[in-house]
């Protein structure tokens, strides 16, 4: 009697090995086929949602100007998202925001700094 080794079903041609452990290949093309592109290649990205997310942290961090920069810069560039000229993106929220908070501690700094000054010109 004749047997077959493993891997190789009785019928096939010799040499033949059967793999039950791959996936067929997909319907359609070869492996090589273009894919689509992530996200279905909708619109682009903001071009200055990098630039707001930068300002918004430098106006937390070390200048205050630069997070009214971010707000104003943040609230044009979610005009122009709403309009649907961009996509969202998270950097344009995420710098808009802390322009946001950048903007109100800065007015917060300068309130207690001038609270400062006028209880010690009264205490003078």
Not at 59 to 71: D, E
Request: proline share 10%; net charge positive.
């Amino acid at each position: 009697m004749v047997t077959t080794p493993p891997g190789i079903r009785p019928g096939l041609m010799k040499g033949v090995v059967v793999s039950y452990n791959q996936p067929p290949p997909p319907p359609g093309g070869a492996y090589g086929a273009p894919q689509p592109a992530y996200g279905g290649g909708g619109q682009a990205e903001h071009p200055q949602g990098t630039m707001i997310l930068i300002l918004g942290i430098a106006g937390i961090v070390c200048c205050g100007i630069a997070a009214i920069v971010a707000w104003v810069m943040g609230n044009k560039a979610q005009k122009e998202i709403d309009a649907g000229q961009y996509a969202p993106t998270s950097g344009v929220k995420i710098g808009r925001i802390l322009g946001m908070i950048g903007t109100i501690l800065m007015i917060v700094g300068a309130v207690f700094y001038l609270l400062f000054f006028v209880v010690l010109a009264a205490n003078s």
